[in-house]
């Protein structure tokens, strides 16, 4: 990371016209979630953890991560469109591998939480939905760091209690809380290590 931002969307009209191409790029970044769990069992009771994680959560190559309410998911596409279009620059919209961890650890928990009588395990629950998490909020941690910089859409859906950034506390969102305060030990890298260039 070299830079962040913190991001407020205007009128809604100026993104429109850029919402094709921003789509365009989110279906990119998709990923086939079709996988299962047998590709990752080393046994009957361990999962290889790196293997998902590099196939669930992959690493995109991109110039910016963008942290965004998913209330504010078609502004943060247009966006890229926009971004894409004027300075060829390629957005990692962060919320293009959160689906993929609700199906994963649904995966886990039918396979592993349920009891006899189909209801979940609270205690294997807590166990699988933390392990779930961390991977993800790693790989995050892994692309804000890979970025050239990082931008926060500053928007009432993301922060609805506070004016500004600097008060993480009144966000909602445990995943923008994560984001906002890696920012401030990520690595700040020399200009001269990367330089954003024209692909």
Known sequence: ???????????KEMFNDFLTSGKGIFSKNQKDV???LEEYLLNDEIIDGDAISQD????????IF???????????????????????LNAFIDSCVWGYSNEL??????????????????????????????????????????CECIFFMDTPNSLPVADNIKNTESTLSSWIYSEVEMTRYLREKNRKEKVIGIQ
């Open 1 to 11: 990371m070299f830079v962040t931002f913190d991001t407020k969307i205007g009128n």
């Open 34 to 36: 079709h996988n299962t």
């Open 105 to 146: 650890l649904k995966q886990i928990d039918e396979r592993y939480c349920k009891n006899h009588d189909a209801t979940y395990n609270y205690e294997k629950r807590n166990i699988s939905t933390s392990h779930v998490h961390m991977m993800l909020n790693v790989a995050l941690m892994k692309m804000m760091d890979k």
């Open 56 to 63: 669930w959560f992959p690493n995109i190559n991109s110039n």
């Open 66 to 88: 963008i942290s965004h309410s998913h209330l504010d998911e078609e502004y943060v596409i247009a966006f890229a469109g926009w971004l894409k279009k004027n300075f060829n």
